[in-house]
Each structure stands twice: as structure tokens, then as C-alpha cells.
């Protein structure tokens, strides 16, 4: 299926947030480090990030070690870089805010309004500017190719990436994620955690554009068939109780949405136009390699 | 038959009306209109003073406190703001000042000691009252409190889209979590918690320097806050928050010369009025009363 989207990577072989943090340069451009560095955990990081904590917590955050950068000059420019246990979960916190131009850096970057993120291999690195000025772009471009030079080795893309269906399929908006809470932050489907999903469960949801039409496809893998069984009858049954035989209906704004289970793996065709659309989707995805 | 608990989806929001529910910006219900017709309207006073800050952003306490006292004397019809705190506290009350510490933009501690300093002119004793955020839960005061003071600046935010005075009171859970779905629309149960049913007497929305948006895992920038020098003050907290929304999206279009929503759709606000019935979100359901400077007003 989609091998494009998986580099050569290889494993990390357990590079650590110290380690990373003995490499950091004391000075960028003008700005020298400020005060002591910070180290968070998955419980402490609500006092350090307010709101948007929760998605690091979402995909198994370990430790994020904080850095400011200050000059009298100008804004502090702040460096954080999450350790998120596995490249997975970093490439998945990544793909959780995709917009602005992609600087060639590590794994994946992008650059906007005064904020740097990337990943590599297990991290997910952040940096912004308290205010964008000239001086504090090229400061985040050299500070973050520094962090990702210091990041030896690269690591894999999640497997579930290679479920979704190629034809028409738009790489950069892809998002992985584990929680509930992160699948309505992109699409807002319920408010119950209707399709049980949690840290054991892989899911992405990604969007179509093709010759027919657009559409949108989540894809879920659950860690058995049991699981992923009762989240389809609970979908059937709550959200899609006008279904026709193949798991279709057309919704209220007038586009298809559709359901498909095969083993330990969901599907769920979104905000379809035109119908054959939804089922090619749903089709192609179940014909996908299967973990 | 057996009831079978019923699951909000967007298939809901669908049926109500796409538009007028998930896309809906902030103060347009999208329920009936019924209740927007017979409801009385809320008064909100918005007083503004450019001196409020130095040419550095940092606060005037004095000019902070004149601007209090004249929302304070319009907003309860009062000939002076000294009457406007009696009615609003008796001295018998235990009082909690529900604050906002976010570092980035925290509620001023100049506000915070000129609400002080009312209440203990109202007769307030001072051992009977606290300002708190975080440490809501665990504070004596706050766990007898009978009167409670909302005050926090207006910002965007992550899950809710904006940081408002409905939102402020999540400390309150110890599970803030639960109320992330969807936007947050669930913030007005918060206001049915025990601890705080029925208990706030005043809303202070502070628009000295709000955010109008925010990027990156802090959601902060600078370069998205201005100095507005404005105080948005009411009884209703639903009244409150729609107005400073309003001025947040007008911000929002102003600066970014397109129609730019606020996201995701703060429509936590909209959902305290029509299911949670907290107030008056609707611009036609409240009674807007604009005080001092007027430049650049967005409203």
C-alpha cells in the first residue's frame, strides 16, 4: 500500500531526554539559555501546559524537558521536546497540528506564525517564539535543526498508515491518535466513547480526494476482535441506526457515511459524496494489509 | 420496553440544523428561538479606558479600580459602587474569588485586590474571603463559601476555543477531562456542581489584553494579544462571554482580513443558555451598556 510514507527508518535504540539535553547549545544567534531547564512528567505537565496537555497525555507522554532561550533583543524563544515513548506516538502528537511551510527537518516539520514542530524517531519537538520577528524564524530554524541532528536515529511510522487506501488519499492532513478525546478534536462524532477507543487501540483518520468526489476515512485497529466487534454494533446502533444492508445511510447534510468490520479492524467512511465513493473506501481498506 | 440511554451525536447537531449548531460562531442558538423571545434581557456593561495601561502594558491599579467602580455603580443601578457591593455580598458571606493563574495571562492582581478590597467594604470579613484558581478544591474558604466572584481574561483556547468565565469554573472537578468533548459544550454543568450552584454574584470577563488566538502547545503568542483596556462585566456569565466573544471574532476578521472562526466554535457558551439555561447568549437578549473610550470597540 502506501510504502511512501514510511522511510528507511530504524529503530531507536534508547536514546534519552538527558542525553538530548547534555547535547543543546547554550547560545542561538543572539538568545542564551535562561533559567534552569524544566522536566515534566505526564502528571506535572498540567502546570507547565494549560488546555492542550491533554493530547500529550493522550499518546503516552513520558517526559518533556522545557529550555528558554532569552535575548534583550527580543521575544524568549521556549524549546520543549516531548519524549513520547515510541516514534509512533510522536509522529502522532505531530500530526495533530499540520499547517504552515515544512522546513526539511527531521522527520517532518512545520513552520508557522512563530512555532516550530517536528518529530524524530520517539520526540516530538516544539519550539515557538513568544513573538515572530525575523530574528526569532531564523533562531527556530537553527535551534530545531540542531535538536534534530542531535536525534541519532529514526524511527517508524505507525502500521495502521498502511491500511488507508492510496488513490486520492491527502498525506499531510493524516491524523494518528489512540483517544476519543483526540478524534473529536478533528471530527466530532459523539460524545460518548462510542467506538471504545483507548490506548490499545490505533487509529487514522484521514481525507480523500478523488476523480468521483471527497470523503473522509477513519480506520481503527483494536487489539481483538471482541473489541472491535462491539464498537461496530455499538456505531450500528447508536449512529448509524438507518444503515441499509451494507452498512450505509445517508446522513442529514446529505452525505454518505458508512461502517465495515473485518476482524480486528473498523472502518468508518465519512462525510462521503457520492456513495460509490464510501464503498470503494471501505472496499480498499479491508483489502489492506492487515496487522 | 427498556429506555435505551440515548448517545448525543453530530447526527444530532445534523438534525437541529448544521449550520446553526457545529459551524455556529459564538451567541446563535441552536435550539428554538422561543426562549430568545421570552426571556428578560441580561445586562452587560463593557467599560473601556485606554489609560489603564502604560505605554509598557503594565497595569494603572488606580485607573483599574475607577473603571470597576463605574461598571460596578451601572451595572446594579446604583448611585455609587459602594451600594452596588452590598447588594451584591452581605457581611455574613464567605466569599471565594474564583481567579485564573495561566502565566501567560493570568487575572491581574491589581483586579484582584481592588475586588478585595470592595468586598471587605461591604463588610465582608477578611478571613472570610480568598482568591484562589487551581487550589479551589482544597481551600478552607472556598469549601464554605456562600458567594462567589468570576474573574478571568478572555483568551482562545484549545479544547473550548475560548478561555471564558463559564470555562473558569472547571477547577472545580477534579476531573477537568470529562468536560473536554466536543469543544467542551458540557462546561455549564459545571455550574450545577455543589460548590458552586447558585453562589456567583458577579462575572468580571477582563479584556485589558485578550488573546485572539493561539498556536503551538502553549497557545501563545504575543503577537495575537492587543491591548483592548476593556472590563466586561455582568451578573450573567453567559451574557458576559457572548459579548467578549463577539469582540474576539470581530478581532479575529479585523486581523486577519478573512473570516477567520474562532476554533474549534466556542459553543460552550450558546449550550449554557439553551440546555443548561445559565443566561442569555443571544446579542437581541441582552441589554449592552458601553462605557468610555470607544476607539477601535469592535462591538
Redesign the interface.
Known sequence: MITLLFGSASMAHGQSLDHLKAGLPDRVLTWTKGEEDRLYDERTIFDY????A???RAYSMQRCLSRRYITPQG?AV?L?IFDMGSSEDAYGVFTH?QDGEKPNLGQGAYY????L?LWKDRFFV?I?????TQATRAALLELAATVASLIRTEGPKPRILSSLPVRGLQTEGIKYFHH??VL??HY?????N?LNLGKKTDAALASYLREAGAAQLLVIEYADGESAKGAYAAFLR??LPDADSSGMAL???KKWCGVRLKEKRLAIVLEADPRDLAASLLDETMKGGMP | MKNEHHVITRRDFLRAGTCAAVGSLIGVSFTTSARAQSAPKSRVVLIRDKDVLDPSGNIRPEVLEKMLDQALSTLMGTRDSATAWKQLVKPSDVVGVKSNAWYHLRTPEALEAAIQMRLLEAGVKENKMAVDDRGVLRNPVFKQCTALINTRPMRTHYWSGLGTLLKNYIMFTPSPPDYHDNACENLGALWQLPQVKGKTRLNILVMLTPQFHGVGPHSFSLDYVWNYAGLVVSRDPVAADATGARIIQAKREDFFKSPKPISPPPHHISVADTRFKLGNSRPENIELIKLGWDDGILI
Open positions: 501546559i494549560d488546555g492542550a491533554e493530547v500529550y521575544p521556549v520543549d497540528d508557522r506564525a512563530g512555532w514542530s516544539s515557538y517564539a513568544e513573538r515572530e476519543h478525546v473529536n478534536r466530532y462524532l459523539t460524545t460518548e462510542l447508536h449512529y446522513l442529514e447534510n
